[in-house]
């Protein structure tokens, strides 16, 4: 998968309220049969890899510097699955941004709480360092993309893909080392 990648298929999110943040889960079923089929939506890109069109794409074909903007229909829900993002160039306004990455271990799925954790304690080291000041002292939150056990199963799904996001939103260019 490389670096920071969600490619190779399609995932659902699953969002968990943590604090303010919220977690994303991915997997699901009909639609991971058009994901290997290759139907499932791609960004638009240039040569360096940096998102030129906005549109809804396939989840996992995010990477670490993907602007992008999370709607499910029930923000305030512990749990929502989601089998696209909604995507745009970073110099159009939006309110969330792909800020880093890392593999759940293991050969066999770890439970939902695991990866949860997991993913909870990864990213919120990982956001000081992004956006320049503590997580407790931000008024940015974070969210993150991680595999259920379908996708695990069926996609060989690994990745946690971490997501600083502005409450406030408009957010125009990146939230790297926007110390707020």
Request: charged residues 20%; negative net charge; contains cysteine.
């Amino acid at each position: 998968m490389g670096t920071a990648r969600l490619v190779g298929g399609l995932r659902t999110v699953t969002a968990v309220t943590v604090g303010a943040s919220v977690a994303l889960a991915l997997g699901g079923c009909s639609v991971i049969g058009d994901a290997l089929a290759g139907d499932a939506a791609q960004p638009v890109r240039d040569a360096s890899g940096v998102i030129t069109e906005e549109g809804d794409v396939d989840a996992m074909a995010l990477r670490i510097g993907d602007c992008l903007t999370l709607d499910w229909e029930d923000p305030d829900a512990e749990t929502v699955e989601v089998w696209t993002v909604h995507v745009t160039p970073c110099k159009a306004a939006h309110e969330s941004e792909a800020y880093a990455a890392t593999s759940v271990a293991g050969d066999s799925y770890p439970g939902e709480d695991a990866v949860l954790d997991q993913s909870e304690d990864f990213c919120m080291s990982e956001f000081a360092s992004f956006v320049g000041m503590e997580w407790e002292s931000s008024e940015l939150d974070f969210t993150y993309l991680y595999p259920t056990v379908e996708s695990w199963k069926q996609l060989d799904d690994r990745e946690i893909l971490c997501i600083a996001n502005d409450p406030a939103g408009g957010v125009v260019g990146s939230l790297a080392q926007a110390q707020r």
